[in-house]
Nanobody, 119 residues
Framework: QVQLVESGGGLVQAGGSLRLSCETSTSIFNIDSMGWYRQAPGKERELVATLSIGGTTIYANSVKGRFTISRSNAKNTVYLQMNSLKFEDTGVYYC?????????????WGQGTQVTVSS
């Protein structure tokens, strides 16, 4: 089992910045891929950004150039730096970890952290 603990959400004005953190309960080297997803009210959960253990990143078109996903191996933590925030970035942001490494094999989600951008 892998637990994910998210932090860093909050209320920010449009144009502002926030940094989300997601700490894993195991070494980050036991995780194949970590990512951030978000769900706005009345909408489906969508991918925001992912980062593989090899360093490959994928971003949703809507956040390219504004958001950056990164990690700290020493802190077993993945970050999402969000700049130039827009009202439409509002939602609950979830951290996800996927791995095939034994004995941690599985697909894990954090509890979510609320991000609210005021226009």
């Amino acid at each position: 089992q892998v637990q994910l603990v998210e932090s860093g959400g909050g209320l920010v004005q449009a144009g502002g910045s926030l940094r989300l953190s997601c700490e894993t309960s195991t070494s980050i080297f036991n995780i194949d891929s970590m990512g951030w997803y978000r769900q706005a009210p009345g909408k489906e959960r969508e991918l925001v950004a992912t980062l593989s253990i090899g360093g490959t990143t994928i971003y949703a078109n809507s956040v390219k150039g504004r958001f950056t996903i990164s990690r700290s191996n020493a802190k077993n933590t993945v970050y999402l730096q969000m700049n130039s925030l827009k009202f439409e970035d509002t939602g609950v942001y979830y951290c996800r970890a996927e791995t095939r490494k034994i004995p941690f094999r599985g697909d894990y989600w954090g509890q979510g952290t609320q991000v609210t951008v005021s226009s």
